[in-house]
């Protein structure tokens, strides 16, 4: 079994900021097998990040994912209003396969 | 353009059985292994079930075994989640969710699932 634990908890920052979300793995993953999620209150998530680095379809350059191994990293540049959400990373192969989550709160 | 539409979600006694349903469009829904995820309320995203592309592999999360069944008509471009003796536990939005390789590249929007007497 792999967990995630994602941190921190909480990040409180403002709109221009720049936001680093962490993902830590309790083995092992194959970066490609690594992915981050974008959720908003009553909205399902959206696929953010695959393969570690790879921004999926419509997904704007501000966000960048980064890391190998056990440590994973999702960067947003500069903090849009729309990017104040929820964050989930996920791993493939393993049960269970969600981290806990970020929130990225307006400071 | 791709699109998941899950119903079939409500209010259902403990005990009691509910039938979830996914109705896939925009894309060759026979292609791709397919999933349901839930999310209790105010809490993270869990995994719950998935099926291979022929229905011929089925895996479900531990606290579900035994008691919900994944399950996929293609000529339908459907996938179903049926659950039986359900728990307060269960309680929680349902997403079906299409499988890109390692990933959950879409999602439906969600049903909710209520257990409470």
């Known amino acids: 079994e792999i967990v995630l634990t994602q941190s921190p908890g909480t990040l409180s920052l403002s709109p221009g900021e720049r936001a680093t979300l962490s993902c830590r793995a309790s083995q092992s993953v194959s970066s490609s097998y690594l992915a981050w999620y974008q959720q908003k209150p009553g909205q399902a998530p959206r696929l953010l990040i695959y393969g570690a680095s790879s921004r999926a379809t419509g997904i704007p350059d501000r966000f960048s994912g980064s890391g190998s191994g056990t440590d994973f990293t999702l960067t947003i540049s500069r903090l849009e209003p729309e990017d104040f959400a929820v964050y989930y990373c996920q791993q493939y192969g393993s049960s269970p396969p969600f981290g806990q989550g970020t929130r990225l709160e307006i400071k | ?117």
Request: contains cysteine; charged residues 20%; neutral net charge.
């Open chain 2, 1 to 117: 353009e791709v699109q998941l539409v899950e119903s079939g979600g409500g209010l259902v006694q403990p005990g009691g059985s509910l039938r979830l349903s996914c109705a896939a469009s925009g894309f060759t829904f026979s292609s791709y292994w397919m999933s349901w995820v839930r999310q209790a309320p105010g809490k993270g995203l869990e995994w719950v079930a998935n099926i291979k592309q022929d229905g011929s592999e089925k895996y479900y999360v531990d606290s579900v075994k035994g008691r919900f069944t994944i399950s996929r008509d293609n000529a339908k471009n459907s996938l179903y989640l049926q659950m039986n003796s359900l728990r307060a536990e269960d309680t929680a939005v349902y997403y079906c969710a299409r499988e890109d390789y390692w990933n959950y590249d879409y999602w439906g929007q969600g049903t909710l699932v209520t257990v409470s007497s």
